[in-house]
């Protein structure tokens, strides 16, 4: 971090200066000083030049206003930045409130105590509420809108100083004789604080200042010290909360006047004076440190007498009050940033995570990966890579054989340049110093450094690809101590026990190229290592300590930036003659600058380097400078001839959206003067020129302006100088081409001028040419218009070649209808296909498969694609035309298509069909999925198997005794499947006996195959019983409730034959009921007397039966009171007639219905009225 003095306001008649505030928000700042003085002034920029952002940019002083209303000196101001308010208070307790009305500051409110002056006051964090405390202990908390809170009066204390908490809970007082007190937001006192850093403190001291953080931008890692307390003596506290056992402990070793956080408690500024032993006076200085008590530097300010200072709100600039002058500091803040390969990472903290928030903008594309990375240490890059050094989770994984790291608490991790995590190394010591080479990465605590030969898996050898047994090597890692002095030929392994012992000399910077490490010590030694080998080569001694080191490009000289600014270089190979007469190695250059905050080496030459001292840019050549450039940029990267340079502050402000606009492009003067002559002087000047400050950029600028003019030699000569190949071939081709005109064209196209080199071609009647040129950029729009717009024959398989490219550009962004029309015309079958497919053009695609030669390689592809969304018909008629039966019934058994699989399976006589049914059927079964089972049997044409699970099922549903009428159809149901199957059966055997065989001799084929089957009850000639039992049941008792009392009677007959299928219980339950009903008495009792007999049933309920039998035969006799004809035919046993299905009747004439399905009879007369058949329900036809 560097600061240097940038800006000087003088107050008039040379008031002193009380008190100074800086608003964060608006950027007005607000002095008090003796007479009743008070100003408020605003800096603003007015630049629009992009290059003149943020510090670099001329500032004026666009308000100066001064407040009237103080009499006594001004000793007090705060800002209310949430609602745009300044509280004042002078030295009489005089109180005023500022608002800001129409670009002008107003009296608001005024408040006077009299008794006592105001010591501080203090606005809380969202601006709700101030608290004022008096010398004489009084304590008033007020709201924004001026009424009073609460107040208190603390007897016997004198205050001086008072800080809310982050939460606005806590408030802390400051005490006159040193003593802080917290108290709760009520004005209850909760316990007096422990000072930790006035231990061992004699003598009167008094409070400088007290600033708690309240985290609005975030805190540099979780648990951060926040609430700084310093007192005039120089001794400073900073702790976490009021109650922190273990703050940060600091001596400034200065008298302290004043404190401030910036403005994301990164940095505490503390201000006041010191004593200079060589001088015998004090020097007005402004400490800067971290939470963690780290001193980051110094900044010395004129003056006699510091009163006061503030930050402004983006934590570049920093007030400091003056005896009667305002100065302003710039503050240039170490970043956590790099730049590798176009990309610009950066990292910064927001008040809603915890984590450090890491972007890697690329800024070539525009386009950002963000990356969340707890207690970032630093950032660092070198070519497409980049370090974050973190540290280490406790609970991290370890890599494997990795013993020595078992206690690990530092993470170094290797990132790519869009922040994808390559390798971590954990270790064991601190990062503090992190570089890296393109080969190596060196992280330095303050006692070792750490050495990392990492490698990046771009390219693994086939032997290393190969090697399974031996785990290939991550690279190496080596732990040196700074006091040992290791040799180049022994091969040090990570030993951390060394790295813990202490040194006298610490390490303070460090640097390294691809063959040397530079290690710098707080002493003022510089040692030299040699890489990759590690050995002490030189050790140098210069009178600074160092705070950033630099190698150039060959390593032959070192930049070093001390903690003061002072840039100096040492030359490490040049032997000179010291005092006493030796030779020694290395040599202080004469060049030395003072305010420099950042300087970056050239990467292609040694002598050149660029520099940031204060707001300009410095480029020097052989330690001579070039007229500075003014900006503020960090230097990203200096190569050929250019440097790029980034306004990390303007996109710090808003990080997630960088701009282009912050990234800058500097060219230095020898490229603007070889530039600038060879547009107005010519070639031969310019090239001695080059000649006299050669670089391979300046020749290949030579080499182009030659090539604009055709003058072929000098352009040959420059691109010899600059070695770039290409170039030479192309003046060789360029000298090989006769037309003067072609050669410009030839030109025009070499500088991407393409649509002029076209028009050229054109001109010249040069198509193929223009062709040609097209098709080197793949520009397939323009190649087709050229191709079409020809007067001759165009080249069919090029015109081919364009349309299927403009296919693939049209697919390549899902523009499928496009592509469509791109790929018919370039008859490219493939791509055609996968669109329709994406287009859900199914009759585009079956055409398409329709349109194909058979065997063709593209036609399982389309049957796939049928296949996924379910088409089977489409899908199996591709299988078939590509020879792939065993795909197609694969597919119908996907689709549950099992009838067409069947099919299939039988015309391409494959035998596996029936196993796969059968495990598939299974399978439902197990899910208890008979109906799909059924289905699945009947669609294949088993329906042998399928009236076996569909009579079960007719079983189960009778079993339950709900609904008879849906038992009936279930039976209908597996008898009309048996059916089919004998049908079936029958037609196989009429297949197998000929064409020419008799009806006689296949229908008795059909009975022997049947025969062969199982015949067991209802599976042949029996299947219709079921079916027959319910139909009887049903209509009997259709007819009992219709009141055909007779009839029912004769229906209920027939169940005595069925009591196989329905229990016995009901059957003669229905028939005594008939019976009853029909006064056949005598019937009525047989069925009494079968049910009283019934072993089925209970004692109880025999005895119920028994008793109804009672009731009815004492009052009628046992006997049927007439016996029609019809009763002898049913109770008949042999011979037995037909019976009528629709009437349950006998059919005893010669004409009557058949059903030709389950051949049932019914009466002539009752199938007139008739549709469907009374059992089946087939139609009447």
């Known amino acids: 971090m560097f600061f240097y003095l940038s800006k000087k306001i003088t107050i008039p008649n040379s008031v002193k200066l009380k008190c100074i505030s800086w608003n964060k928000d608006q950027g007005f700042i607000a002095c008090g000083g003796e007479d009743g003085l008070l100003k408020v002034l605003k800096l603003e920029t007015q630049t629009d030049d992009a290059k003149l952002r943020g510090l670099a940019a001329p500032s004026n002083l666009s308000m100066n206003q001064t407040l009237e209303g103080h009499s006594g000196s001004v000793q007090v101001v705060a800002w209310n930045e949430q609602y745009q308010k300044l509280t004042t208070s002078d030295q009489n307790g005089l109180i005023i409130v500022w608002m800001l009305y129409k670009g002008s500051w107003y009296e608001e409110m005024i408040n006077s105590r009299n008794k006592s002056v ?110 700084a307390i310093c007192f005039d003596n120089g001794r400073c506290q900073i702790m976490r909360h009021e109650n922190d056992r273990n703050p940060v402990l600091i001596d400034t070793g200065m008298h302290v006047v004043s404190i401030q956080w910036n403005h994301t408690g990164s940095v505490l500024a503390v201000a006041g004076s010191q004593k200079v032993v060589t001088q015998d006076k004090d020097v007005n200085t402004v400490q800067f440190y971290t939470p963690f008590g780290e001193h980051l530097g110094t900044l010395k300010v004129p003056g006699k007498r510091m009163s006061a200072l503030s930050w402004e709100g983006g934590g570049l600039k920093i007030a400091l009050a003056v005896d009667s002058f305002i100065y302003f500091a710039n503050i240039r803040p170490d970043y956590k940033w790099g730049y590798c390969s176009n990309t610009v990472v950066y990292a910064y903290t927001t008040p809603d995570r915890p984590e450090y928030c890491v972007v890697f903008w690329d800024t070539k594309n525009n386009e950002k990966y963000v990356k969340y990375v707890k207690s970032l240490i630093s950032v660092t890059t070198c070519g497409d890579f980049c370090i974050l050094a973190t540290k280490a989770d406790e609970s991290h994984p370890q890599e494997e054989d990795e013993t020595e790291t078992l206690g690990a608490m530092f993470v170094l991790v290797l990132c790519n340049s869009i922040g994808t995590p390559l390798d971590p190394k954990y270790i064991d010591i601190v990062p503090l110093f992190v570089t890296m080479t393109k080969t190596h990465v060196i992280a330095a605590s303050k006692e070792a450094f750490y050495i990392w030969q990492y490698r990046v898996a771009k390219k693994l050898m086939a032997l290393e690809i190969n090697q399974i047994t031996r785990p290939r090597r991550e690279g190496r890692e080596r732990v040196y101590h700074v006091d040992d002095t290791p040799s180049a030929s022994v091969d040090g392994v990570p030993d951390y026990s060394k790295a813990i012992q202490g040194t006298r000399d610490p390490i303070c910077a460090i640097t390294a190229s691809d063959k040397t490490l530079i290690v710098g010590r707080e002493s003022g030694t510089i040692q030299r290592y040699s890489l990759p080998n590690v050995g002490l080569i030189q050790k140098y001694f210069l009178n600074c300590r160092a705070y950033r080191l630099s190698l150039n490009c060959n390593s032959s000289r070192l930049a070093i930036i001390d903690i003061s600014g002072v840039l100096t270089f040492f030359d490490l190979d040049s032997r000179a003659m010291d005092s006493t007469g030796q030779q020694v190695i290395g040599e202080l250059l004469k060049l030395e600058r003072k305010d420099v905050w950042d300087m970056k080496w050239a990467k292609d030459n040694p002598d050149l380097f660029a520099m940031m001292e204060k707001t300009r840019m410095y480029v020097f050549r052989n330690l001579d400078p070039e007229e500075p450039i003014q900006t503020s940029g960090y230097i990203c990267n200096f190569e050929d001839l250019e440097i790029k340079s980034v306004l990390l502050d303007e996109i710090l402000k808003d990080p997630e959206h960088p701009n282009k606009d912050y990234m800058l492009n500097f060219e230095i003067r020898s490229l603007r003067d070889s530039r600038a002559l060879l547009e107005k002087v010519g070639i031969e000047d310019a090239s001695q020129f080059i000649e006299d400050n050669p670089h391979p950029r300046l020749w290949r600028l030579l080499a182009e302006a030659a090539l604009q003019k055709l003058d072929l030699c000098t352009a040959e000569q420059a691109f010899v100088r600059c070695e770039d190949y290409q170039g030479i071939k192309f003046v060789k081709r360029l000298g090989n081409l006769q037309s003067e005109a072609m050669k410009q064209a030839e030109v025009v196209a070499y500088f991407g001028r393409f649509e002029e080199a076209e028009r050229m071609y054109l001109d010249m009647d040069r198509r193929d040419l223009a062709i040609g040129l097209r098709l080197k950029l793949v520009d397939w729009f323009r190649v087709l218009h050229l191709l079409k717009t020809g007067s001759g024959v165009a080249d069919d398989s090029l015109l081919e070649q364009a349309h299927n490219a403009i296919g693939d550009y049209f697919a390549d962004r899902q523009k499928w209808l496009n592509a469509v029309e791109y790929y018919v015309q370039g008859r490219n079958q493939e791509r055609l296909a996968e669109c329709y497919y994406m287009l859900e053009d199914y009759e585009g695609l079956e055409s398409l498969a329709s349109s194909l030669p058979e065997n063709h390689k593209l036609l399982p592809d389309i049957a796939q694609m049928f296949v996924r969304v379910g088409m089977c018909g489409q899908a199996v008629t591709a299988f078939l035309r590509c020879n792939q039966p065993k795909a197609a019934v694969d597919t119908c058994v996907h689709l549950h298509q099992w009838n067409k699989a069947v099919e299939l399976a039988k015309s391409h006589n494959m035998k596996e069909i029936g196993s796969l049914l059968a495990r598939y059927a299974s399978h439902l079964l197990e899910k208890n999925k008979t109906l799909e089972a059924i289905e699945l049997y009947r669609k294949a044409s088993y329906f042998f198997d399928a009236a076996k699970l569909m009579f079960k099922i007719a079983d189960e549903e009778a079993k339950k005794r709900a609904k008879p009428l849906r038992v009936k159809k279930l039976y209908v149901l597996a008898a009309l499947l048996v059916q089919q199957h004998q049908e079936q059966v029958k037609s196989a055997q009429r297949g197998k006996a000929g064409g020419e065989s008799s009806e006689a001799a296949s229908a008795l084929a059909g009975f022997l195959e049947e025969e062969v089957l199982p015949t067991a009850g209802r599976f042949t000639d029996s299947a219709w019983r079921g079916a027959e039992a319910y139909h009887f049941f049903v209509l009997a008792q259709r007819q009992l409730y219709e009141g055909y009392v007779d009839t029912a009677l004769q229906t209920a007959f027939h169940l005595r034959d069925y009591e196989d299928i329905i229990p016995a219980v009901e059957i003669y339950s229905l028939l005594a009921l008939c019976a009853c009903a029909s006064r056949a008495f005598g019937t009525c009792s047989k069925a009494f007397i079968k049910l009283e007999s019934l072993e089925t049933l209970s004692s109880e309920q025999k005895q119920q039966y028994e008793d109804l039998a009672l009731e009815i035969f004492t009052k009628h006799t046992p006997k049927d009171n007439r016996k029609s004809e019809l009763d002898s035919l049913l109770e008949g046993g042999e011979g037995k007639l037909p019976t009528c299905v629709a009437t349950g009747r006998p059919i005893t004439e010669y004409q009557f219905w058949m059903c030709s399905v389950c051949r049932h009879c019914v009466h002539a007369q009752e199938i007139s009225s008739c549709a469907f058949c009374p059992l089946c329900h087939s139609a009447v036809g």
Request: one cysteine or more.
């Open 118 to 227: 105001v010591r501080s006051m203090s606005w809380n964090a969202d601006g709700q509420k101030i608290c004022i405390v008096y010398e004489d202990g009084a304590v008033i908390v007020g709201s924004v809108d001026g009424n009073r809170i609460w107040g208190k009066e603390l007897k016997g204390i004198q205050l001086c100083h008072v800080a809310w908490s982050t939460d606005s809970k806590i408030l802390l007082f400051g005490m006159a004789n040193g003593e802080i007190h917290v108290y709760d937001n009520q004005g209850n006192f909760i316990i007096k604080m422990r000072l930790s850093c006035l231990v061992n403190v004699t003598g009167a001291i008094s409070i400088a200042g007290i600033h708690w953080y309240h985290g609005t931008e975030g805190y540099v890692e979780p648990d951060c010290p926040c609430l």
